[in-house]
């Protein structure tokens, strides 16, 4: 089955970008997402692509897909420390009851 | 406002107890989760509704069980089969159409001792 893999920590300076990196091993995965946890919370959508697409953009986040490597990739501009917390990757087929999540990235921004 | 809800946030039991954790939703959503989470492991899938009455066990079912009788309610029993029962349950819901975006409850800390 589908495995979604990503580092688990990664600190940057306020200020700073930030790249979240994730694989997954499914091609055929349809939907690709990235969620944030803050402490203590669920997890709430950030954003998502849709297969056939290679980015998305939404204000001061990126979104790279590479269908050939499998590896999508999330970039943060202009980092604040509001944006400390535990990023998701997730991947579905085109069925709303099998999203894999990856185990999340910790992201701290030093101030 | 639309949303999930999960009571309690911190919940304690003695080791041998059932214990059931609510999640009640106003999204009109037809298909519900459960997931637990652990450091480093990310969310892994308990149950899943995908229609009033109607559920499957996802990739760690054993020792939990689930009901749903009315759309908005989809509670968790975590019975004393469970052999780790501590951990961080999350509830989410979705409704049934592209891109099948997941709403998730605050979730509730359970301690078991």
């Known amino acids: 089955g589908e495995d979604v893999e990503q580092s688990l920590f990664l600190s940057v300076r306020e200020g700073d970008s930030s790249v979240i990196n994730c694989t997954y091993t499914?091609?055929?995965?349809?939907?690709l997402y990235w969620y944030k946890q803050e402490p203590g919370a669920g997890l709430q959508l950030l954003t998502y692509?849709?297969?056939?697409?290679d980015m998305k953009q939404d204000q001061r986040l990126t979104v790279l897909l590479n269908k050939k490597d499998k590896h999508l990739s999330l970039r943060i501009a202009d980092t604040q420390t509001g944006d400390s917390a535990i990023y998701f990757c997730?991947?579905?087929?085109?069925?709303?009851?099998?999203?894999?999540f990856g185990p999340g990235t910790s992201l701290s921004v030093i101030p | 406002d639309g949303g999930i809800t999960q009571s309690p946030k911190y919940l304690f039991r003695k080791e041998g107890q059932n214990v059931t954790l609510s999640c009640e939703q106003n999204?009109?959503?037809?298909?519900m989760y459960w997931y637990r989470q652990d450091p480093g492991q990310g969310l892994r899938l308990i149950y899943y509704?995908?229609?009033?009455?109607?559920?499957q066990k996802g990739d760690i079912a054993e020792g939990y069980s689930v009901s749903r009788e009315k759309k908005e309610s989809f509670p968790l029993t975590v019975t004393s089969a469970q052999k780790n029962p501590t951990a961080f349950y999350l509830c989410?819901?979705?409704?049934?159409?592209?891109?099948?975006?997941?709403?998730f409850g605050p979730g509730t800390r359970l301690t078991v001792t």
């Open positions: 499914d091609s055929s995965s349809t939907y």
């Open positions: 692509i849709f297969s056939n697409m």
């Open positions: 989410a819901s979705s409704n049934r159409r592209d891109p099948y975006e997941q709403y």
């Open positions: 509704s995908q229609i009033v009455n109607d559920f």
């Open positions: 999204l009109n959503h037809d298909a």
């Open positions: 997730a991947a579905s087929e085109t069925s709303y009851d099998k999203v894999i």
